[in-house]
């Protein structure tokens, strides 16, 4: 009985040791710092070509300067895109935009009434006024696993994304010349959709304001890509992405001031009406499927990316 159990022991003891042997150490560089992340470490991720570029104009014969690189988004959507490890083999994924912007431009217009305007005094003005808004949301999660102990590293995962966007410009413009139907029905007003100053409502319309439809989308995609990490904590690497995608436009609203033929008169007639304008939306299951944000532009790529581990 003795025997067994001390056989038994010693059986254990060199499985432990056998095991221990067999964990990889910890890969650091000369200096004693650590190459691959590590729990509680945080990552973004940059778009590699300008790096690279910079990199390889060392190779070259050409005689044009080697302009310095610059830190530019993954995507056109301008989303940061960062990593929190919560041990050296998992990491939760974030994306994030939050944008607004406005913007106004203002012209002048002769002031009604506009005739011959006088050389002295000079003609009196008004001020037309665009004013242009825009937003964009964006909201990502996800979590990474990975894989390998040498400084190539692979790892695979999944993350789901919330986005609401204007599809285009919502536009508000604001006139001088005020319109009448009885006293002012073709006012003077700067057309800012052709740059045209000192244009007549008799050419047909004005626009007050045009507003598209906002855009809603959520995409759920699976992801596989790897790293390899050149200097300690900072790595190159690429991904493919997998899954579905679904966005909307709702309709939106153009509305105008408008002078038109009445056709059950055909007498001259104004106002102010209200059109709504066309809406879509899209359904999608496919590789590198509009990867960031609902950004058709990386379909079917794989993002090269630089990442700055901290």
């Known amino acids: 009985m003795k025997k067994i159990?001390?056989?038994?022991?010693?059986?254990?003891?060199?499985?432990?040791?056998?095991?221990?042997?067999?964990?990889p150490a910890p890969l650091t560089s000369k200096r004693g710092e650590m190459i691959l992340p590590e729990a509680g470490d945080w990552a973004i991720s940059f778009d590699a070509s300008p790096f690279l570029t910079y990199l390889g104009s060392f190779f070259t014969s050409s005689s044009g300067l080697n302009p310095a690189p610059t830190a530019n988004f993954l995507?056109?959507?301008?989303?940061?895109?960062?990593?929190?490890?919560?041990?050296?083999k998992t990491a939760y994924r974030g994306i994030l935009r939050i944008g607004?912007?406005?913007?106004?431009?203002?012209?002048?217009?002769?002031?009604?009434?506009?005739?011959a305007p006088a050389t002295n005094p000079p003609p009196a003005m008004v001020s037309d006024k665009l004013s242009v808004s825009s937003h964009f949301i964006g909201l990502g999660a996800g979590m990474e696993k990975r894989k390998g102990h040498t400084r190539l590293q692979g790892y695979y995962g999944a993350e789901l994304m919330f986005w609401l966007s204007s599809t285009g410009n919502d536009s508000t413009m604001t006139y001088g010349n005020a319109y009448n139907s009885s006293t002012n029905p073709t006012p003077t007003f700067y057309n800012f959709g052709s740059g045209t100053a000192n244009q007549s409502m008799s050419a047909g319309y004005r626009v007050i304001s045009d507003k598209p439809g906002s855009t809603f989308g959520i995409s759920a995609l699976a992801f596989i890509g790897f790293e390899y990490f050149f200097m300690p904590k900072i790595s190159v690497g690429a991904e493919y992405t997998w899954g579905i995608t679904f966005w909307s436009q709702g309709q939106g609203t153009l509305e105008l001031e408008q002078v038109y033929t009445?056709?059950?008169?055909?007498?001259?007639?104004?106002?102010?009406?209200?059109?709504?304008?066309?809406?879509?939306?899209?359904?999608?299951?496919?590789?590198?499927?509009n990867s960031i944000f609902g950004n058709s532009s990386n379909a079917?790529?794989?993002?090269?990316?630089?990442?700055?581990h901290f």
Not at 5 to 23: D, E, N, R, V
Not at 75 to 88: A, L, R
Not at 263 to 283: E, L, R
Not at 300 to 308: E, P, Q, V, W
């Open 5 to 23: 159990i001390l056989t038994a022991t010693m059986a254990i003891c060199t499985i432990g040791l056998f095991a221990q042997s067999a964990a």
């Open 75 to 88: 995507g056109s959507n301008q989303t940061i895109i960062g990593k929190y490890f919560v041990d050296e």
């Open 100 to 115: 607004f912007s406005s913007n106004s431009l203002t012209e002048q217009t002769l002031q009604d009434p506009n005739g």
């Open 262 to 289: 009445d056709v059950s008169s055909g007498k001259p007639a104004d106002g102010t009406f209200s059109y709504k304008t066309s809406n879509t939306s899209h359904f999608g299951v496919d590789t590198g499927v």
């Open 300 to 308: 079917g790529k794989a993002d090269l990316n630089i990442i700055f």
